[in-house]
């Protein structure tokens, strides 16, 4: 019989190298990888193309419900498939109220059902106050859990001292999911954030003082600590400096510790230095580094010590970038579209085996997302052609997302996203979303909506 779709004469990036071959869908799911599939019902020309398995972005907040004026499943998902993307894993603390109970947990699951192009997974809050209602997560079919060492910026979604963590990191290991922390220490922080407002500084440097590099190996080594008395599994969510990829290996190697790290692509592609000229719209935190630390952090994910690259997407309204007040301004860079580009634009280049480990398969791996992850036989076919030597400068009329302020604006990229299929279905092409949302929730157990 005639496979769904075939996609014919792209080469396929495979975990183990290039191969020019034919992939054949049925019911969306590989069911051939060979020389010449059989005609397909829809036929996909892939000549000149490479085909990759599409991007799993761990680390994105989208917003929704209650606070889709800052994005929305609509807008968010859409921009991933424009960047290549066919998975995410929604934060728990920017929607309102934040994923901290079953109840919120039903709510962002039927908002994500009747948005989203993509399939998704969802993260449960970690947060003193909700300890009671992890187990309840967990029978949800949450990914894992996220707690904030630091202020998060939403009162609702309090940070974790070590007591609190301890306890989390605890109940979370009896059910083995996974803790994610934001690893910056709240002491530090506040002493330094105090001190340099009450002297009158408000400019970038200050704002760059305020959480130096120390403050966030320091919230590290606790996380580490907590996890080795645990035997919690632990991920660090966006690390900005090898000095602190360091602490992790050193852990891993010396210590036998079940952690993985991630980083971003606006730590591999802008310094500190870009602040006083982008502003707001490159403030995050932990904050952008020196050029040195961009550096370095390129030979550590070459080295292998960093798992995957993620957005961190967090957008907001213009207004709350738009102010004199470096500390008062949103910190979340807007980025969700544009990670695999920054992957494939570097120099020297990447191997495209590796671009397709950190941007998919290293993650399905650790969330055990045995249908995703590679193009594979028996796989969902989360797909992306893209036409690898096409060269474009990024536009902001090109963005997806819902306010389109960028700081990748403006930079020269390689690598152009002809089409991204969900599970056999395009949902983008040749720069536009097609479909009905149809994303499911994905959970470790595999797919939570069938």
């Given amino acids: 019989m005639a496979p769904d779709v075939c996609i014919r004469g ?20 590989i ?11 829809i036929e996909i020309d892939a000549t000149g193309l490479h085909v990759f398995p599409g991007l799993i972005d761990p680390h994105v907040h989208f917003n929704e419900p209650g ?7 609509a807008s968010g998902s859409l921009a991933l498939a424009a960047g290549g993307g066919t998975c995410f894993f929604d934060m728990p603390l920017n929607s309102d109220p934040p ?15 009747a948005n989203s192009l993509t399939d998704f997974a969802l993260w449960g809050g970690l947060t003193p106050g909700n300890l009671d209602e992890l187990k309840h997560l967990v029978e949800c079919g949450v990914i894992g859990f996220k707690a904030f060492m630091c202020d998060s910026g939403i009162p ?5 001292d070590e007591a609190a963590l301890r306890q989390g990191m605890r109940l979370a290991a009896a059910s083995n999911r996974l803790v994610a922390v934001h690893a910056e220490s709240e002491t530090t922080t506040r002493r330094l954030t105090s001190e340099l407002i009450e002297k009158g500084f408000c400019d970038w440097d200050s704002f760059l003082a305020s959480r130096p590099v120390e403050a966030e190996r320091e919230a590290v080594e606790i ?19 090898p000095d602190v990829v360091a602490v992790i290996q050193q852990a891993r190697d010396h210590a036998g510790l079940d952690v993985t790290c991630e980083t971003c692509p606006h730590y591999l592609t802008f310094s500190s230095g870009v602040l006083p000229q982008v502003g707001a719209i490159a403030k995050c935190a932990p904050p952008l ?3 040195d630390a961009v550096e370095g952090l390129w030979a550590t994910l070459r080295q292998g010590s960093i798992d995957w690259v993620a957005s961190d997407h967090s957008p907001c309204p213009p207004t709350m970038k738009q102010t004199d007040d470096v500390f008062a301004a949103w910190g979340g860079i807007a980025g969700v579209q544009s990670t695999l580009q920054v992957l494939l634009s570097h120099e020297p280049p990447l191997g495209l085996p590796e671009v397709s480990a950190l941007t998919s398969g290293q993650a399905a791996n650790r969330f055990d ?10 796989r969902d076919a989360d797909l992306v052609l893209v036409a690898l030597d096409a060269r474009f400068t990024l536009l902001r009329e090109q963005l997806h997302d819902r306010h389109r302020l960028s700081p990748y604006v403006g930079l020269p990229f390689r690598g152009e996203v002809r089409r991204t299929l969900v599970r056999g279905r395009s949902v983008f092409v040749d720069g536009t979303g097609v479909g009905p949302p149809s994303g499911r929730l994905v959970t470790p157990e595999g797919i939570g909506d069938r």
Avoid: Y
């Fill in 10 to 29: 792209g080469t396929v990036v495979m975990p183990h190298g290039l191969c020019a071959v034919d992939v054949a869908i049925e019911d969306g799911t």
């Fill in 31 to 41: 069911v051939a990888i060979e020389a010449s599939c059989a005609r397909g019902k």
């Fill in 67 to 73: 606070r889709t004026d800052w994005e929305g499943f």
């Fill in 99 to 113: 994923l901290l109970d079953a109840d919120a947990f039903q709510a962002k699951h039927a908002a994500a059902r």
């Fill in 156 to 160: 609702e979604f309090g940070r974790v």
């Fill in 223 to 241: 996380a580490l600590a907590l996890s080795a008395e645990t035997g919690c599994r632990l991920h660090i969510v966006h690390v900005s400096h």
């Fill in 289 to 291: 580094r020196d050029a």
């Fill in 369 to 378: 997302l045995k249908n995703k992850g590679k193009i594979e036989l028996g």
